[in-house]
Antibody
Framework: EVQLLESGGSLAQPGGSLRLSCTAS????????MIWVRQAPGKGLEWVSV??????????YYADSVKGRFTISRDDSKNTLYLQMNSLRAEDTAVYYC???????????????????WGQGTLVTVSS | AVQMTQSPSSLSASVGDRVTITCRAS??????IGWYQQRPGKAPKLLIY???TLQTGVPSRFSGSGSGTDFTLTISSLQPEDFATYYC?????????FGGGTKVEIK
């Protein structure tokens, strides 16, 4: 059974740092791209960051709202995805979800990505 | 960045109703769109990917359609467990962008 378990969320001060973890089980973690998505209280979903599988280059992509402040990484030996969050702002307050991002090879040759398994989320609150 | 305009933002419907939710992309996205359901306090759940493909285990009353820039999620006969918020997500180009969500409420 595929499981994703986020941890590390807590109360942080503006300008502070936190590191979120997402521990995976039930699948070969190293074969998959992984993603962070967040949801501010009462708001919609917002994409934060993606890291591709190492076999696909291990590339990282970021939303403009977090670029330069957040760093995504992965430790395939520990089946764990990380999000290092620095220079935190009040607007970073949200539930942070990790999700698995497989792709589907269509007959056209195009690869479609999607988010098939999600963790339960971890709450980050930035406040003084 | 590709903007995803989702409509309506909310709707009221009865059990058994046919419900349609639309997402319009600001540019072509090669059908690279997924639909997600989120119940209160829960993580999102994948319903449809690649515009039309039903995720394994998702009831067949859910379907996706569209092409170019206009895409639709249809629930053919609304069930009590379908009252939730629905989001589209374009996975065609970075930054990935979600629609604003559609809250489906009980009439």
């Amino acid at each position: 059974e595929v499981q994703l378990l986020e941890s590390g969320g807590s109360l942080a001060q503006p300008g502070g740092s936190l590191r979120l973890s997402c521990t995976a089980s039930g699948f070969t973690f190293s074969n998959y791209a992984m993603i962070w998505v967040r949801q501010a209280p009462g708001k919609g979903l917002e994409w934060v960051s993606v890291m591709t599988a190492r076999v696909s280059g291990g590339n990282a992509y970021y939303a403009d709202s977090v670029k330069g402040r957040f760093t995504i990484s992965r430790d395939d030996s520990k089946n764990t995805l990380y999000l290092q969050m620095n220079s935190l702002r009040a607007e970073d307050t949200a539930v942070y979800y990790c999700a698995r991002r497989p792709n589907y090879h269509h007959s056209s040759g195009y690869y479609y990505d999607y988010l098939d398994y999600w963790g339960q989320g971890t709450l980050v609150t930035v406040s003084s | 960045a590709v903007q995803m305009t989702q409509s309506p933002s909310s709707l009221s419907a009865s059990v058994g109703d046919r419900v349609t939710i639309t997402c319009r992309a600001s540019q072509g996205i090669n059908n690279d769109i997924g639909w997600y359901q989120q119940r209160p306090g829960k993580a999102p759940k994948l319903l449809i990917y690649a515009a039309f493909t039903l995720q394994t285990g998702v009831p067949s009353r859910f379907s996706g359609s569209g092409s170019g820039t206009d895409f639709t999620l249809t629930i053919s006969s609304l069930q009590p467990e379908d009252f939730a918020t629905y989001y589209c997500l374009q996975d065609y180009s970075y930054p990935l962008t979600f629609g604003g969500g559609t809250k489906v409420e009980i009439k």
